[in-house]
């Protein structure tokens, strides 16, 4: 089945800080894969996405890069902000129907 | 354009009431869906729709029922509350398959729900 198990927070770093957020899935097919981040009383923003395998998905300075060979869709960024303070969720979408799978989120706080 | 829209953003409820949560899309997009999400427990999906008229239950529908009587609304009914069904709410929409855009979920802002 499909399955995506994400790094366990909360995730606390100090601005200009590196950020990586682990993400692994376990997948039939061949899945999408994406980011998605929820800001404090919002719903969830997609931040970037990859399609298939070595494609590497980019957006307001995030990077992950779609690993087949280790199962595995990493979230970094070079140097967070304290806007970047949200819940950040990795999901993989299966070949039926489009639904998405989500871990379970990884806490971020960033301070200044 | 508005996206996606729910109504309302809180309520509380006791053990045993009822109510239907609302959600709106103005992207004309076919598919829906209806997503609780727990505290470490990301978002399980509770029922979706494929259009107009069609529904069909998630990893967690028990509890809950749906209707898509016009392919821009989407509602989740409780019938009977229950504590364990204390979440947040979310709704989501997106493009066919057949569709380029189709990769992006677009989700509503969530409601609120706790039982009593």
């Known amino acids: 089945g499909n399955s995506v198990t994400q790094m366990e927070g909360p995730v606390t770093l100090s601005e200009e800080a590196f950020l990586t957020i682990n993400c692994t899935y376990t997948?039939?097919?061949?899945?999408?894969l994406f980011w998605y981040v929820q800001y404090p009383g919002e719903g969830l923003q997609l931040l970037l996405k990859?399609?298939?395998?070595?494609d590497k998905g980019s957006n307001k300075g995030f990077e992950a890069t779609y690993r087949k060979e280790t199962t595995s869709f990493h979230l970094e960024k070079g140097s967070v902000q304290v806007s970047d303070s949200a819940v950040y969720f990795c999901?993989?979408?299966?070949?039926?129907?489009?639904?998405?799978?989500f871990g379970r989120g990884t806490q971020l706080t960033v301070w200044p | 354009n508005a996206g996606v829209t729910q109504t309302p953003k809180f309520r509380v409820l006791k053990t045993g009431q009822s109510m239907t949560l609302l959600c709106a899309q103005d992207?004309?997009?076919?598919?829906m869906y209806w997503y609780r999400q727990d505290p470490g427990m990301g978002l399980r999906l509770i029922h979706y729709?494929?259009?107009?008229?069609?529904?069909a239950k998630g990893e967690v529908p028990d509890g809950y029922n749906v209707s898509r009587l016009k392919k821009q609304n989407f509602l989740l009914g409780l019938e009977s509350a229950a504590p364990s069904q204390t979440s947040v709410y979310f709704c989501?929409?997106?493009?066919?398959?057949?569709?380029?855009?189709?990769?992006?979920?677009?989700f509503g802002p969530g409601t609120r729900l706790t039982v009593l």
């Open positions: 992207m004309n997009h076919e598919y």
């Open positions: 997948a039939t097919g061949y899945p999408s």
């Open positions: 999901a993989l979408r299966g070949s039926t129907l489009g639904r998405l799978y």
């Open positions: 729709s494929v259009g107009e008229g069609t529904t």
């Open positions: 990859a399609t298939k395998a070595d």
């Open positions: 989501a929409s997106r493009y066919p398959p057949d569709r380029a855009e189709y990769n992006e979920q677009f």
